[in-house]
Nanobody
Framework: QVQLVESGGGLAQAGDSLRISCTASTTYAMAWFRQAPGKEREFVAAINWNGGVTTYADSVKGRFTISRDNAGYTMYLRMNSLRPDDSAVYFC?????????????????WGQGTQVTVSS
């Protein structure tokens, strides 16, 4: 059974930076999704198995950076220029193959979620 353990997040002010991380027990494609209160879960960013391919939602492109460590087991999301509408529970997800997807239905395993709250 694959386990995903998230860490980081918390409170920030608009314009600040935060980093969240997710450690998995395997090195397949991974992604970040987020869900704000009263809204559907949405795609944020994804990275393939070796970190060579990344993809971002338009709303975070240029502000957020997804990466993974050399071993490939830990994924990061560096969030710069945070805005209040970035506030959400952020979930990491792992897909059972090597390639990225923006569709949450393509991901097989999910983390417990970590709260990010940005004040204006």
């Amino acid at each position: 059974q694959v386990q995903l353990v998230e860490s980081g997040g918390g409170l920030a002010q608009a314009g600040d930076s935060l980093r969240i991380s997710c450690t998995a027990s395997t090195t397949y494609a991974m992604a970040w999704f987020r869900q704000a209160p009263g809204k559907e879960r949405e795609f944020v960013a994804a990275i393939n198995w070796n970190g060579g391919v990344t993809t971002y939602a338009d709303s975070v492109k240029g502000r957020f950076t997804i990466s993974r460590d050399n071993a490939g087991y830990t994924m990061y999301l560096r969030m710069n220029s945070l805005r209040p509408d970035d506030s959400a529970v952020y979930f990491c997800a792992l897909r059972g193959n090597f390639w990225t997807s923006r569709d949450d239905a393509q991901y097989d395993y999910w983390g417990q979620g970590t709260q990010v709250t940005v004040s204006s």
